[in-house]
């Protein structure tokens, strides 16, 4: 079917066949969408969520069975449903021939309760016939409210609504819907996604390479001087090649290849350690995953043009981890993957904490901790004062959230409502002193977080693609900053060292001699990493 949906947005019986006949006729329409705003056609200017005064359910199948019937063999009719009692008005348009219905959850009040009344008195199965059942969302409407109803409820598709007021011809397209689909696509891979609302020539190709599959226009269509030609048009550009502005959906190939550069920086990092004599394994190794993610895949960054305006901001706000992120840089191609030999050498630009005058594609120089939130707050303030759609990053430490300049930070982001903002945080349970939970019990972080007005997600740190479908859902929170709480495992890759604090701090060589000596600790942790006991990276993590 295609993947664009004509819509209909009748005021009375008639406009309702004059458009159906104004359709039948143009190739490539198999589907067409049907909105009722008081449960008949449209009443008002937009919905209002109130109990509006309507037929009852089976009069109101009478009057639409006559205008739906001739074409019942011709289009599948999806019924959008912005009425109050959507379970009654569903039966009554299931009844006169639709074969979908999209329903608001804004108007389900109890959205799991409403959806079994819907299956206990219809069931999946309409009169003999399969029926589509879809879940509608807002631009209003919380992400996460949608999200979580999916598994439960377990629609064939979802809609989001790419204009702020539904219900209303000519609203302007608004862009925050491309961050939904997207967040959407990274969590549910297979799920089917439409949007309706905005649709047109200039946004159609940007929704389908966020990942909608179908898209839902009215006036472009049906208010075009010629609706065949303004459909083809659409059509035609929907099924065009991608051009990847943004992140794509990750493929099973992605998540391999990101996992293979995750173990290729991990042995990057053991080189660079080994070679300086100084600085910290267990950190970097059990962060590679995540900084393969943002280099490889999720970043808007150019290394060759390291101070790109358009570029996305990372922050390493525990830059003793830095290893990690230098690794990472070179393989991207920042510079040769030679100077990370080069590791807290005099005179490199390497050093121990990133310095931002030394090396082009940092963003700040970190010492000590608890800054970076700070920093990248300010930042995420800074762009949006200046109407960027830049992103900032910031990886943060758990140990570091002992720091008052941290909570600081989070209060003045959750004050300003910095949705451009997301921070991860490495929940590796260790410090330097000892596991986090002992030197200063940090939980139930979660909950301090959300209690400073963020959007709080968890994820594996080493799950590519969860990690992936989270950072996507926080580009879709505008509301608020995201904190991404990422449960690692330092030494990463290395089973021997896992879970041990006392290589927070110490290179290889310099650790503790319960599996090695120190003069063999290095080349033993290459061996680990570049066999994984036989195992290929993406099946280890």
């Not at 949007?195 to 190709?205: F, L, N, Y």
């Not at 990750?250 to 290849?257: E, K």
């Not at 300049?405 to 004050?415: D, I, Q, R």
């Amino acid at each position: 079917m295609s993947a664009i949906i004509p819509a209909i947005l009748p005021r009375t019986r008639e406009e309702l066949a004059a458009a159906l006949r104004k359709l039948a006729p143009i190739a490539g329409v198999t589907v067409v969408q049907i909105d009722a705003v008081d449960g008949r056609f449209v009443a008002s200017a937009s919905w209002p969520y109130a109990e509006p005064a309507r037929l009852g359910a089976a009069d109101l199948a009478r009057e639409l069975q006559d205008v739906l019937a001739p074409y019942a063999g011709r289009f599948v009719i999806d019924a959008d449903l912005m009425v109050a009692d959507q379970i009654e008005a569903a039966e009554a348009w299931l009844a006169a021939g639709a074969s979908r219905v999209t329903l608001h959850i804004e108007a389900l009040g109890e959205p799991l309760r409403a959806l079994a009344a819907l299956e206990h008195r219809l069931g999946r199965r309409q009169g003999g016939k399969p029926y589509e059942l879809g879940l509608a969302a807002g631009l209003g409407t919380d992400l996460a409210r949608l999200a979580s109803l999916i598994p439960h409820a377990r629609p064939d598709y979802v809609q989001l609504m790419g204009i702020r007021t539904i219900g209303r011809q000519h609203e302007p397209f608004d862009a925050r819907v491309l961050a939904r689909v997207r967040a959407l696509r990274a969590r549910y891979p297979r799920l089917v996604i439409q949007v309706d609302g905005g649709v047109s020539a200039e946004t159609t190709r940007a929704l389908i390479d966020a990942g909608a599959d179908r898209l839902v226009a009215g006036h472009a269509i049906l208010g075009a001087a010629d609706s065949a030609a303004a459909f083809a048009s659409l059509a035609t550009i929907a099924a065009g090649d991608a051009r990847y502005d943004e992140a794509m959906p990750l493929t099973d190939g992605d998540v391999r290849a990101i996992a293979e550069k995750a173990n290729e920086i991990r042995e990057t990092i053991v080189e660079m350690l080994v070679a300086a004599g100084s600085g910290h394994t267990a950190g970097p190794l059990g962060l590679a995953d995540i900084f393969a993610a943002f280099y490889f895949h999720i970043l808007r960054h150019d290394p060759k043009n390291p101070e790109w305006e358009g570029r996305d901001r990372l922050i390493l706000s525990n830059g003793h981890t830095c290893p990690v992120r230098y690794a990472a840089m070179a393989h991207a191609g920042y510079f040769p993957a030679e100077e990370c030999l080069t590791l807290r050498k005099f005179g490199s630009r390497l050093q121990g904490h990133p310095e931002r005058v030394r090396l082009p594609g940092l963003e700040t120089t970190s010492g000590p901790l608890g800054e970076g939130l700070a920093q990248a707050a300010g930042m995420a303030l800074a762009l949006r004062m200046q109407g960027e759609r830049n992103r900032v990053y910031c990886v943060v430490s758990d140990g570091e959230q002992d720091e008052g300049n941290t909570w600081e930070a989070a209060l003045f982001a959750g004050k300003y409502k910095l949705g451009n903002l997301t921070a991860i945080m490495d929940r590796n349970n260790i410090q330097i002193d000892g596991v986090t939970e002992d030197v200063m019990p940090l939980e139930p972080i979660k909950d301090k977080y959300e209690a400073f007005g963020w959007h709080v997600l968890e994820c594996s740190g080493h799950d590519i693609r969860a990690f992936v479908a989270a950072v996507e859902e926080a580009k879709a929170i505008y509301e608020k900053p995201t904190m991404i709480i990422a449960h690692t495992i330092p030494g990463r890759g290395v089973p021997e060292i896992e879970f041990d604090y006392r290589w927070h701090g110490v290179p290889p060589g310099a650790g503790p001699e319960d599996v090695w000596k120190k003069g063999e600790q290095g080349a033993a942790m290459l061996r680990e990493l570049r066999t994984l006991g036989g195992r290929l990276p993406h099946e280890y993590a």
